[in-house]
């Protein structure tokens, strides 16, 4: 990954190591960041300020690019079971990011106070601005619902807001065997995309060939009775 304006780029290993580069002076090392337990996932900028990076051992990592420090270190889910993040985006008008685990889980981080700010879930709700993402992480600093464990309906109004909904329509969420599988940054906020798995739709595929099959079946012995009655 690089930064907004060109001038660093990180690049993760498949040991845990975090390479910070200098694009500038001809990709030059700049420095070895303290990496993960396992391999990296992805990583993220904030501007030029801050550094974001997940990895399989489900530790987020986030990093100040002005003296090349680790600031701090916490799983994005709770012990004991914490799935390997696969993903993570960071916003570049607000300090927030998201992350994806395997489990199809989603959370919000705060890039400014260095914690997780929400968990967000995917639902049919009536969405809200931008101004109450603002509004969520102003609750979130004063301790209000905004962080991670609070009340659902923060957790919904994350969820509204990763969808995109806009302020007078009903959301839609997805299906019961749909689960996040992308995420995205865009200008506004987050984009996840949402399919079933490749098992489920293939089961659903196989399921509906077999119906057709027997539906053609049916429809040729229909046509042998007709063709007996005629005679």
Not at 11 to 38: E, Q
């Amino acid at each position: 990954a690089s930064s907004p304006d060109g001038c660093l780029f990180v690049a993760g290993g498949s040991k845990g190591s975090l390479a910070l580069v200098d694009a500038p002076k001809g990709l030059s090392l700049r420095t070895m960041l303290p990496g993960h337990y396992a391999p990296v996932t992805a990583v993220g900028f904030h501007r030029s300020d801050v550094l974001v990076s997940a990895g399989e051992d489900s530790w987020i990592h986030h990093y100040s690019m002005k003296d090349n420090t680790l600031l701090i270190r916490y799983l994005c889910a709770p012990p004991p079971a914490s799935p390997p993040v696969g993903g993570l985006v960071a916003a570049q008008t607000l300090p927030v990011a998201l992350t994806l685990d395997a489990a199809g889980g989603l959370r919000l981080l705060d890039l400014k106070r260095q914690r997780k700010m929400a968990r967000a879930v995917c639902s049919q709700a009536v969405g809200v601005s931008a101004a109450g993402v603002q509004g969520l992480a102003g609750g979130h600093e004063s301790g209000g619902a905004g962080a991670e464990g609070g009340g659902v309906g923060a957790a919904g109004a994350v969820g509204a807001v990763v969808a995109g909904v806009d302020e007078e329509e009903e959301g839609h969420g997805p299906e019961e065997d749909e689960l996040p599988r992308r995420i995205l940054a865009s200008a506004t906020g987050f984009c996840v995309v949402c399919e079933a798995s490749f098992d489920d739709a293939a089961a659903a595929d196989g399921e509906g060939e077999a119906n057709q099959e027997l539906g053609e079946e049916g429809v040729e012995g229909d046509g042998a009775g007709l063709t007996d009655g005629d005679d």
